[in-house]
């Protein structure tokens, strides 16, 4: 049975891609991974959405489906489907970087393991108090995947990295946010109550988080995070939320939103 990967446009030009599925889990799988690609293409070839967000339901994803992933690496006739599903992860990862509005992730719950390099593709990821990242690959012999050995350490420093990727430590929203990972969300509790807030503007520099743009992504009004997130008050992170508590040690000189 496929999962939910659903794609809701909005008031303001707000779209919401929702995972969802009926043990809550929201798995991810070749069908869901491929369904996503599909669903971001269309995100990047409309002109009227103006900025993208993703989401699950209780929880936001709890990665990949082992279970059908290891049927495929063990299946002489999958040709090639599990190696396949990797490549296609990756695939996702870069159409949601490329885009060229504001992105943001806004993870509930559990976010583990290739669900976490989904989410950390977008500009913005946002925890809140139900907020529980693992990194669980090792406990099966593998390596943190989808990039996570990339953008932990540039986000959180080698050795926290190390320490998540290696021990499969749980992560709490709060750890997220005060490690560098995450942004708090309304309704974070004491979150970000000590962080000065930063109101981010039409041509002020900086991304959070230790992204990067490539050059002429998000210029002008389609690059305007306040107008890209106008909308969201729908779902908890309008105008007074996000924007308005983006901390200074996330912001980087000369790159522009």
């Not at 030009?13 to 798995?27: E, Q, T, Y």
């Not at 994803?61 to 990797?86: C, K, V």
């Not at 979150?191 to 050059?215: A, I, M, N, T």
């Amino acid at each position: 049975m496929v999962n939910r990967v659903e794609l809701e446009i909005g008031g303001g030009g707000v779209a919401v891609i929702r995972l969802g599925s009926p043990d809550g889990m929201n798995s991810l799988g070749i069908a869901e991974i491929a369904r996503l690609i599909e669903i971001v293409d269309r995100v990047a070839g409309d002109d009227a959405i103006r900025a993208l967000v993703l989401s699950g339901e209780e929880n936001f994803s709890a990665g990949t489906d082992f279970q059908q992933s290891m049927l495929h690496r063990l299946d002489p006739e999958a040709g090639g489907l599990a190696y396949r599903f990797l490549t296609d992860q990756k695939t996702v990862c870069d159409r949601i970087r490329g885009l060229r509005i504001p992105t943001l992730s806004l993870v509930r719950g559990l976010c583990a393991g290739s669900a976490l390099g989904i989410a950390a593709a977008a500009d913005f990821l946002i925890t809140d108090t139900t907020t529980r990242i693992r990194l669980p690959e090792v406990k099966v012999g593998l390596i943190p995947g989808n990039g996570a050995t990339w953008f932990l350490p540039r986000r959180m420093g080698p050795a926290v990295a190390k320490y998540y990727g290696l021990t499969a430590a749980p992560m709490s929203g709060k750890q997220a946010v005060a490690l560098g990972l995450a942004l708090p969300g309304r309704g974070s509790g004491a979150f970000g109550k000590d962080r000065p807030p930063l109101r981010v503007r039409e041509g002020q520099s900086g991304l959070p988080g230790g992204h990067f743009r490539r050059p002429g992504a998000g210029r002008g009004a389609r690059g305007s995070l306040r107008a890209g997130i106008t909308g969201l008050d729908a779902i908890g992170l309008g105008p007074g939320g996000v924007a308005d508590r983006v901390p200074h040690r996330h912001v980087r000189p000369g790159r522009s939103l």
